[in-house]
């Protein structure tokens, strides 16, 4: 047996600095609620986090305008009855720094951070098979050993600033969304550039440009945006949710993206064009991603969808006065919804003012950043003063896959993600023993209300090890015939949809050379729910369990 003060054979030492049940990677919603649920097993678990403090997404994106997509009363933690009575949301869609003083709270409230330990980056996390344990080294040349490794790292955590030429040269302020400084940033009088239109972009625009001397937005694809017609919270809503919040959740958690709202059930083909007209104009006044919900075949039909895509298309052109820049902002690339639908404060609207200028990178694309600014391939030059990156990230693999993880027999988790990420029900990888990922490729995560994703896999994790205890095993791994199944079934229902029609970061499509694979499960968060329940309730099939002698063995 290999003695836990000394490293795995080729692995760089370090001091040991404990041994744990569980190691999780992240202070994120995941992390924290991981934590809380271990220590209520008994278990020895400790956080590693990268940042200063908690909140994961919502302790890096603090750039101007950062806001939830989902409604405050659904995006929260369910599992404590008093956090939930107790907690008040001033907004319909919570702001970041709110979002992040909840984070905050939670932690304080269960007393979380003495068993975390933060501006520490995992670096490696290897497993030996002779302990059945995992040596996970951090920046800071630390060495835990831990049973379990939990990567709790988020979906959108790797920021990825594009690669053009002469960024170093440039000599004013450059910025990426979601690596926001922590001092506040003020634009004032400034010419600034804002690089991308995704949600982030359309979330900062409205609010730097009412700041800005002058802002260039380089836009290279359109997308669509939805007003969110945010307001502070209405107490009657609130009243509503909190008299019976149990109940109400419950029934999100069976929703497609665990979101409650009102799906409407028609197609979109069944109904007259007044009738779709209606319905449209009143998602619209309503606000929201509960667009999407607007008929039920709006993710599957081109012909459905794009009559969704046509309205929206045509309330740019009401907002938008120049003609010119409207159709610029027209997206016809893709089907609505199927690159993840943004929700805006007016961003339409922005273009209209004075100060404001919507520049097409698509026709020319940005060549060069030089000393003094941007300048194009058909040779215009744009002078600003900051730039700021709202070029989104390596998305659900990116922060996995920074950490080096190897396997049974030295095996790296890189190496068999190559050609696009493999995860039994996205939960587990076969031949990482032990290796969690929560909301990883392959489960509902990013098309879902990231809440209940993540309270679920928390909760199946949990339960999963309590199961394994009563039963004498530390190991569990699924098999390579478990895992390929449901890799393949994850295929085949995306491909059942739109989704693949769009180059989006769901398709890896953001990233030069990463491989195109749809990586969220798009069966719905019921559906999957449902699927997981029935595999605990059936012993866990799809999975071996062992103690770590025959670990060991298994694996010869
Ligand atoms: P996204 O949605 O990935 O958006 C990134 C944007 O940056 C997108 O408009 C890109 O255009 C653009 N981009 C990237 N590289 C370039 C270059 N080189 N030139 C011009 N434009 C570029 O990231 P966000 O941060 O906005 O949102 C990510 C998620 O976070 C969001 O969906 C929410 O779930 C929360 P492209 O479309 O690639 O042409």
């Known amino acids: 047996m290999q003695n836990l003060t000394s490293p795995p054979p080729g692995q760089a030492a370090g001091k040991l600095i404990e041994v744990l049940d569980a190691a999780i990677v992240g202070a994120g919603f995941a992390g924290l609620y991981m934590l809380h649920r271990l220590r209520g097993l008994g278990m020895t678990a400790r956080i590693f986090e990268a940042a200063a403090g908690v909140g994961g997404t919502w302790w890096w994106n603090r750039y101007p305008g950062a806001r939830c997509d989902v409604e405050s009363m659904q995006y929260s933690f369910s599992f404590d009855e008093k956090l939930q009575q107790e907690w008040h949301w001033s907004e319909r869609f919570a702001a970041q720094p709110e979002i992040l003083r909840y984070a905050e709270h939670v932690a304080d409230r269960f007393g979380l951070r003495r068993d975390i330990r933060f501006n520490t980056r995992v670096t490696a996390a290897h497993f030996d098979e002779a302990v059945g344990r995992w040596t996970i080294l951090t ?138 007209r209606r319905v449209y104009e009143e998602r619209w006044a309503a606000g929201g991603t509960a667009f999407m919900g607007a008929f039920v075949d709006l993710l599957r039909n081109q012909a459905a969808n794009d009559t969704a895509a046509e309205f929206v298309r045509g309330k740019i052109a009401e907002i938008v ?141 949990s339960d999963c090890l309590v199961h394994m205890r009563a039963r004498g095993a530390t190991c569990i791994e699924p098999t390579q015939e478990a895992e390929d199944a449901w890799v393949a079934h994850v295929a085949e229902v995306g491909n059942r949809t739109l989704y693949p029609k769009a180059n989006s970061w769901y398709m890896g499509a953001n990233i030069p050379g990463k491989p195109r694979v749809f990586m969220p499960y798009v069966g719905g968060v019921g559906t999957y729910r449902e699927e997981c329940a029935a595999i605990a309730a059936q012993g866990y099939p799809g999975f071996r369990m062992s103690a770590p002698q025959d670990a060991a063995a298994a694996a010869q």
Not at 206 to 227: C, G, K, M
Not at 374 to 397: C, Q
């Open 139 to 276: 920046d800071r040349g630390d060495r835990v050993s831990a049973r379990y490794c939990i990567m709790a790292t988020g979906c959108l955590s790797s920021a990825r600033v594009p690669d053009i030429p002469g960024i170093e040269s440039f000599r004013g302020r450059t910025y990426h969304t979601g690596r926001w400084p922590h001092e506040e940033v003020d634009f004032t009088g400034q010419r600034v550039a804002v690089i991308g239109t995704g949600s982030s972009a359309i979330q900062a625009v409205p609010v730097i440009a009412e700041q800005a001397a002058q802002l260039f937005v380089f836009q290279r694809t359109p997308n669509f945006s939805i007003p969110s017609r945010n307001k502070p919270m209405d107490e009657e809503y609130e009243r509503w949710w909190k008299s019976d919040y149990a109940a109400h959740r419950r029934k999100a958690r069976m929703m497609r993206t665990g979101i409650l709202y009102h799906i409407d059930e028609r197609s979109a083909l069944d109904v007259s064009p007044e009738e779709r």
């Open 321 to 461: 006065k120049d003609p010119t820049t409207a159709a610029l902002l027209q997206p016809r690339d893709h089907p609505i919804g199927t690159k993840r639908i943004c929700v805006d404060t007016h961003y339409y609207e922005t273009f209209n003012r004075e100060n404001v200028r919507l520049v097409d990178v698509r026709s020319a694309p940005i060549e060069a950043i030089t000393r003094t600014g941007l300048r194009l391939r058909n040779g215009a030059e744009y002078a600003v003063d900051s730039i700021v990156f709202a070029t989104g990230f390596d998305a659900m693999t990116g922060a996995v896959l920074a950490v080096d993880i190897r396997g049974r027999s030295g095996a790296s988790l890189r190496e068999k993600w190559a050609a696009g990420p493999r995860a039994h029900l996205g939960l587990m990888v076969a031949g990482f023993p032990n290796l969690f990922l929560i909301t990883g490729p392959g489960s509902p995560s990013v098309l879902s209300n990231m809440m209940v994703s993540i309270e679920q896999h928390v909760d199946w994790l």
